[in-house]
């Protein structure tokens, strides 16, 4: 199991998605920089079925 994220990283998250939504788009690959180094990042946002949110709550708690 992966470790649980910050809540600032969960922030940037939600509002990086949020933006990504209201641009129209589901996917973005792009490159950053940080701390000395260029990373490529792949972001794809995929809706969870109603039917699986039981699943998904059960694992943040």
Excluded at 1 to 14: D, K, N, S, V
Excluded at 17 to 45: C, D, F, N, P
Aim: charged share 20%.
């Amino acid at each position: 199991m992966q470790p649980p994220m910050t809540f600032e990283i969960c922030h940037a998250l939600t509002q990086l998605t949020r933006q990504l939504l209201e641009a129209g788009e589901q996917s973005i690959e792009t490159h950053v920089l940080a701390k000395g180094q260029v990373y490529r990042v792949a972001l794809s946002l995929e809706p969870v079925p109603t039917a699986e949110l039981p699943d998904v709550i059960q694992r943040y708690r």
